[in-house]
């Protein structure tokens, strides 16, 4: 399960990496601009994606205090993919040096809204990468929507060759 973990881990700061080089080369207008989807902007769906994955490493980590990076101040799209992709490498990182067992191990943590739950590390650490994989789906078809026609391919078998 772990050389699985590190696998998706690699491959989500790859994708990332590929699809927010893509991003960061529209003017901030397109980045903002609203489309229908589940966040109103390329922009906020990365601070989203960013905002899960900052969660919950804080909460692997044993934070008291969850600092959201959406609600400590307002990221330009510049500082949101320095964010997301220093946190896609801690993510690797971090999977290099624990042991398998490690991802046996449960997490008791509480939700946004104070909610209770129970899981092993190594079913959150699924949730999270298929949670970017959701999202960056999403982000390809705003890129579409604003007339990008030039986005890369971002399939965990692309990644794979």
């Not at 397109?30 to 989807?37: D, G, T, V």
């Not at 799209?77 to 992709?85: E, Q, S, T, Y």
């Not at 042991?99 to 809204?113: F, G, W």
Request: aromatic share 10%.
């Amino acid at each position: 399960m772990k050389k699985l973990l590190s696998t998706f881990a690699a491959y989500d700061l790859w994708a990332n990496e590929r699809l927010l080089q893509t991003i960061l080369t529209l003017d901030e207008g397109r980045q903002q601009q609203n489309i229908e989807s589940s966040f109103p902007s390329l922009h906020q769906t990365c601070l989203h994606i960013w905002d899960a994955s900052s969660i919950w490493w804080q909460r692997l980590h044993m934070h008291e205090q969850i600092a959201v990076p959406s609600l400590s101040f307002h990221p330009t799209m510049n500082d949101v993919a320095n964010g997301l992709l220093l946190q896609n490498k801690q993510w690797v990182d971090w999977l290099d040096t624990i042991q398998e067992a490690d991802l046996e191990k449960e997490l008791v943590y509480k939700n946004r809204i104070g909610d209770q739950f129970r899981q092993q590390v190594k079913e959150i650490l699924l949730h999270l990468f298929n949670h970017g994989t959701y999202h960056r789906g999403q982000l390809v078809t705003m890129l579409r929507q604003l007339g990008v026609e030039k986005i890369p391919q971002t399939d965990y078998i692309v990644y794979g060759r």
